[in-house]
Nanobody, 117 residues
Framework: QVQLVESGGGLVQAGGSLRLSCSSSRSIFSINIMGWYRQAPGKQRELVATVTSGGSTTYADSVQDRFTISTDNAKNTVYLQMNSLKPEDTAVYYC???????????WGQGTQVTVSS
């Protein structure tokens, strides 16, 4: 089992920045892929960014060059640095962990990000 706890959401003006944190109860060395997803009202949950245990990263086109995913292995924490925020980035952001050997997927409870215009 993996418990994920997000923090760092809030209200910010367009053009501003926020950093989300996701703390894992399990060493992230043992987690194959960690990522951030988001869900806006009335829309499906979508991938924002992922990072593998080997350090490879992927980003949605909509956040490329604005968001950065990173890890602190000593703290078992994954971060999402969000810069140049836009109103369309408003959503609940969820942390996700995938353990391929057991085909397990874990989700955090979500943190609200609201970007005002």
């Amino acid at each position: 089992q993996v418990q994920l706890v997000e923090s760092g959401g809030g209200l910010v003006q367009a053009g501003g920045s926020l950093r989300l944190s996701c703390s894992s109860s399990r060493s992230i060395f043992s987690i194959n892929i960690m990522g951030w997803y988001r869900q806006a009202p009335g829309k499906q949950r979508e991938l924002v960014a992922t990072v593998t245990s080997g350090g490879s990263t992927t980003y949605a086109d909509s956040v490329q060059d604005r968001f950065t995913i990173s890890t602190d292995n000593a703290k078992n924490t994954v971060y999402l640095q969000m810069n140049s925020l836009k109103p369309e980035d408003t959503a609940v952001y969820y942390c996700n962990a995938r353990v391929l050997r057991s085909l397990s997927v874990y989700w955090g409870q979500g943190t609200q990000v609201t970007v005002s215009s």
